[in-house]
Protein backbone atom coordinates (compact mmCIF):
# COMPACT_ATOMS: atom_id res chain seq x y z
CA UNK A 1 0.00 0.00 0.00
CA UNK A 2 1.07 3.59 -1.24
CA UNK A 3 -0.15 6.88 0.19
CA UNK A 4 0.43 9.69 -1.58
CA UNK A 5 0.07 13.36 -0.16
CA UNK A 6 0.22 16.16 -2.53
CA UNK A 7 1.43 19.86 -1.26
CA UNK A 8 2.38 23.32 -3.09
CA UNK A 9 -0.65 24.39 -4.86
CA UNK A 10 -2.07 27.65 -4.93
CA UNK A 11 -2.83 30.71 -6.73
CA UNK A 12 -0.17 32.52 -8.69
CA UNK A 13 0.09 34.93 -11.71
CA UNK A 14 0.54 34.12 -15.01
CA UNK A 15 3.85 33.90 -15.75
CA UNK A 16 4.68 32.67 -12.49
CA UNK A 17 5.86 29.41 -10.99
CA UNK A 18 5.30 27.06 -8.53
CA UNK A 19 6.63 23.76 -7.00
CA UNK A 20 4.82 20.77 -6.01
CA UNK A 21 5.56 17.49 -4.22
CA UNK A 22 3.75 14.73 -3.48
CA UNK A 23 4.82 12.84 -0.06
CA UNK A 24 5.13 8.73 -0.68
CA UNK A 25 4.45 6.23 2.08
CA UNK A 26 5.99 2.88 2.42
CA UNK A 27 9.65 1.73 1.67
CA UNK A 28 9.25 1.00 -1.86
CA UNK A 29 8.69 4.18 -3.20
CA UNK A 30 11.66 3.62 -5.79
CA UNK A 31 9.75 0.48 -6.91
CA UNK A 32 7.66 2.98 -9.05
CA UNK A 33 7.39 5.28 -11.55
CA UNK A 34 5.68 8.53 -10.71
CA UNK A 35 3.76 11.10 -12.46
CA UNK A 36 1.40 14.04 -12.20
CA UNK A 37 -1.55 14.51 -13.82
CA UNK A 38 -4.66 17.34 -13.84
CA UNK A 39 -7.91 18.03 -14.10
CA UNK A 40 -9.26 21.08 -15.46
CA UNK A 41 -13.05 22.49 -14.42
CA UNK A 42 -15.36 20.64 -16.41
CA UNK A 43 -12.15 18.44 -18.35
CA UNK A 44 -11.16 14.83 -17.89
CA UNK A 45 -8.46 14.27 -16.00
CA UNK A 46 -4.81 14.25 -18.41
CA UNK A 47 -1.19 13.35 -18.07
CA UNK A 48 1.03 16.00 -17.46
CA UNK A 49 4.63 14.75 -16.36
CA UNK A 50 6.04 11.26 -14.94
CA UNK A 51 9.91 10.16 -14.18
CA UNK A 52 11.11 6.24 -13.78
CA UNK A 53 12.15 4.39 -10.90
CA UNK A 54 15.72 6.14 -10.64
CA UNK A 55 14.74 9.63 -11.90
CA UNK A 56 16.60 8.94 -14.69
CA UNK A 57 13.96 9.10 -17.81
CA UNK A 58 11.29 11.61 -17.61
CA UNK A 59 7.92 12.08 -20.00
CA UNK A 60 5.72 15.07 -20.48
CA UNK A 61 2.86 15.89 -22.27
CA UNK A 62 3.57 18.74 -25.25
CA UNK A 63 1.77 21.66 -23.86
CA UNK A 64 4.40 21.63 -20.74
CA UNK A 65 7.33 20.93 -22.25
CA UNK A 66 9.88 23.47 -21.63
CA UNK A 67 8.20 24.74 -18.83
CA UNK A 68 7.65 22.19 -16.52
CA UNK A 69 10.13 19.71 -14.96
CA UNK A 70 9.61 16.29 -12.83
CA UNK A 71 11.98 15.09 -10.68
CA UNK A 72 12.16 12.97 -7.73
CA UNK A 73 14.03 11.88 -3.88
CA UNK A 74 14.26 8.36 -3.14
CA UNK A 75 16.01 9.37 0.03
CA UNK A 76 13.16 11.59 0.62
CA UNK A 77 10.29 9.70 -0.28
CA UNK A 78 9.20 12.37 -2.55
CA UNK A 79 8.38 13.63 -6.18
CA UNK A 80 8.42 17.19 -7.66
CA UNK A 81 6.51 19.11 -10.39
CA UNK A 82 8.57 22.32 -10.71
CA UNK A 83 5.80 24.80 -13.04
CA UNK A 84 7.67 27.71 -14.16
CA UNK A 85 5.97 30.52 -17.10
CA UNK A 86 2.43 29.05 -15.99
CA UNK A 87 -0.49 30.33 -18.32
CA UNK A 88 -4.03 30.33 -17.08
CA UNK A 89 -4.95 27.28 -18.99
CA UNK A 90 -2.97 25.39 -16.63
CA UNK A 91 -5.40 25.74 -13.85
CA UNK A 92 -6.38 22.37 -12.38
CA UNK A 93 -6.55 20.05 -9.64
CA UNK A 94 -3.07 18.53 -10.10
CA UNK A 95 -2.99 14.84 -8.81
CA UNK A 96 0.45 12.35 -8.29
CA UNK A 97 -0.27 8.78 -9.26
CA UNK A 98 2.27 5.68 -8.57
CA UNK A 99 2.83 2.51 -11.07
CA UNK A 100 4.70 -0.57 -11.22
CA UNK A 101 4.68 -0.09 -15.01
CA UNK A 102 6.56 2.31 -16.53
CA UNK A 103 5.22 1.45 -19.85
CA UNK A 104 2.05 2.66 -18.67
CA UNK A 105 2.61 5.67 -16.77
CA UNK A 106 1.32 7.95 -18.82
CA UNK A 107 -2.10 6.43 -18.89
CA UNK A 108 -5.24 6.99 -16.06
CA UNK A 109 -5.97 3.15 -15.91
CA UNK A 110 -1.81 2.44 -15.45
CA UNK A 111 -1.78 3.89 -12.20
CA UNK A 112 -2.10 1.88 -9.00
CA UNK A 113 -2.02 4.46 -6.54
CA UNK A 114 -3.38 8.28 -6.52
CA UNK A 115 -2.84 11.14 -4.15
CA UNK A 116 -6.15 13.43 -3.41
CA UNK A 117 -4.95 16.14 -5.37
CA UNK A 118 -3.82 19.93 -4.90
CA UNK A 119 -5.22 22.56 -6.45
CA UNK A 120 -3.74 25.30 -8.80
CA UNK A 121 -5.05 28.55 -9.85
CA UNK A 122 -3.57 30.86 -12.50
CA UNK A 123 -4.81 34.43 -13.10
CA UNK A 124 -4.32 36.10 -16.46
Known amino acids: QVQLVESGGGLVQAGGSLRLSCAASGRTFSRYAMAWFRQAPGKEREFVAAVDWSGGSTYYTDSVKGRFTISRDNAKNTVYLQMNSLKPEDTAVYYC?????????????????WGKGTLVTVSS
Open 97 to 113: AATLSLREVTTLGGMNY
